[in-house]
Every structure is written in C-alpha cells, then in structure tokens.
Nanobody, 123 residues
Framework: QVQLVESGGGLVQAGGSLRLSCAAS????????MGWFRQAPGKEREFVAA????????HYADAVKGRFTISRDYIKKTVYLQMNSLKPEDTAVYYC????????????????WGQGTQVTVSS
C-alpha cells in the first residue's frame, strides 16, 4: 500500500516562496511517476507539474512555468515543488500523486494521492 504525505504549505505574501515536499511509502515500483496538482475553492483540480521516474523529464502547467520547479529524490521516494514568485491565484490545496508508470504523467488518473497541503498567498 502506498501512502503519500505532503508538507511545506502555509501562508505567504505575494512574491514569496514556498517549498512543498511529498514523501511516499510503499513499494518502489509503485512510485515512479510523480506529480503535483492543486484545487482552489470552487474550482476543479488542475495539473501543476510532473516528473518522470528518473527526474530527467518534467512538465509544467503554463500558469506556473518559470516560477515553479519540480524535483525528486528517487532513493528517498520524495518529490519537491519549489514555488517562487507566488501569486494570490496560486492559493489552493496542493496534492501530490504517484503510480507505477515510468514517464511524465500530466493527467489526474494517478493511482495514489496525498491528503493535500494548503497554500495561501496574500496580496
């Protein structure tokens, strides 16, 4: 059974930075592709960033490109999301996800999800 635990969320002023972490437990073969999604109040969950099992391939939503960076430590089964130049519209609950696929997965059909961490950006 795979479990994901996110951390690092909080309240930050516009222009500030936060670093989210997501630690996975369970079989390594189940935690290859990893990604971040977010859901703002009243909106559907949306893709933010994704990374392949090796970390060599990444993909970002246009809204965060150039501001957010996804990375991972494969041995530690941990994925990170460095968020810089934060904007009020980045306010949302951020979720990490993982499953056994090898490549970059940008769709929200991951097999395993974390409980989410709140990010609030004040103007």
């Amino acid at each position: 059974q795979v479990q994901l635990v996110e951390s690092g969320g909080g309240l930050v002023q516009a222009g500030g930075s936060l670093r989210l972490s997501c630690a996975a437990s369970g079989p390594t073969f189940s935690t290859h592709a990893m990604g971040w999604f977010r859901q703002a109040p009243g909106k559907e969950r949306e893709f933010v960033a994704a990374i392949s099992w090796s970390g060599s391939d990444t993909h970002y939503a246009d809204a965060v490109k150039g501001r957010f960076t996804i990375s991972r430590d494969y041995i530690k089964k941990t994925v990170y999301l460095q968020m810089n130049s934060l904007k009020p519209e980045d306010t949302a609950v951020y979720y990490c996800a993982t499953d056994s696929r090898w490549g970059v997965v940008t769709t929200d059909d991951y097999a395993y999800w974390g409980q989410g961490t709140q990010v609030t950006v004040s103007s």
